[in-house]
């Protein structure tokens, strides 16, 4: 089956630095990937839609210049949190549907944030 | 505006019992749904879905049926096992690839031994 990569699991930084969560699929080109934040005990929300070889897509309240995405190949995107502060700590999930089976929505394991 | 609902925060069952887990939606879009099982600190993982020219869709002991018409989807777990107990979550999508999925909040299923 589908399998989606995504690291860190976790990390830890400190506020005002920058940090890169990567989400890979690894049997399958996904031309769009998707970006989800889960705070406690609350729903999956989008925050951007990836599109491999163009701009991102964000959901409305969602700064892009803050949430960076690249998608540069059509196995990688990249988020990256830019100037974290403590607010922006949550858990980071990424999707990816196989370009060959477009509702096979495939999750990757989430990372933590924790900024301190 | 919450398009998809589950409006039951949390479930508990016993052990070999039916777990009926409730979603509803507004979009009138949405044309697929699908079911996801999570765990704290982990990523979705997909258990069942169905297409909205569908009514009914079974795998295993999970089944799920959809009422176009009430904009109303339950899953059903049958028979109920403690394993199950996770956070199960209703999601749906408008028709195309590669369209984003909305979720709804989240259901909590304890099954009790």
């Known amino acids: 089956g589908a399998v989606v990569s995504q690291h860190p699991s976790w990390v830890i930084c400190k506020s005002g630095t920058s940090v890169k969560i990567e989400c890979r699929s690894l049997d399958f080109q996904a031309t769009t990937m998707f970006w989800y934040r889960q705070f406690p005990k609350q729903s999956l929300m989008l925050m951007a839609t990836?599109?491999?070889?163009?701009?991102?897509?964000?959901e409305q309240g969602v700064e892009k210049d803050k949430f960076l995405i690249n998608h540069a190949s059509l196995t990688l995107s990249t988020l990256t949190v830019t100037s974290a502060h403590p607010e922006d700590s949550s858990f980071y999930i990424c999707?990816?549907?196989?370009?060959?089976?477009?509702?096979?929505?495939?999750f990757g394991s989430g990372t933590r944030l924790t900024v301190v | 505006d919450q398009q998809v609902k589950q409006n039951s925060p949390s479930l508990s069952v016993q052990e070999g019992r039916i777990s009926i887990l409730n979603c509803d939606y507004t979009n009138s879009m949405f044309d697929y749904f699908l079911w996801y099982k999570k765990y704290p600190a982990e990523g979705p993982t997909f258990l069942i879905s169905i297409s909205s020219i569908k009514d009914k869709n079974e795998d295993g002991r999970f089944t799920v049926f959809l009422n176009k018409s009430a904009k109303h989807l339950s899953l059903h777990i049958v028979p109920s096992q403690p394993g199950d107990s996770a956070v199960y979550f209703c999601a749906a999508t408008p028709r195309g690839a590669n369209s984003k999925l909305t979720f709804g909040k989240g259901i909590t299923l304890s099954v009790r031994p």
């Open positions: 999707s990816a549907t196989p370009d060959s089976h477009p509702y096979g929505y495939t």
């Open positions: 990836s599109n491999e070889g163009s701009k991102a897509t964000y």
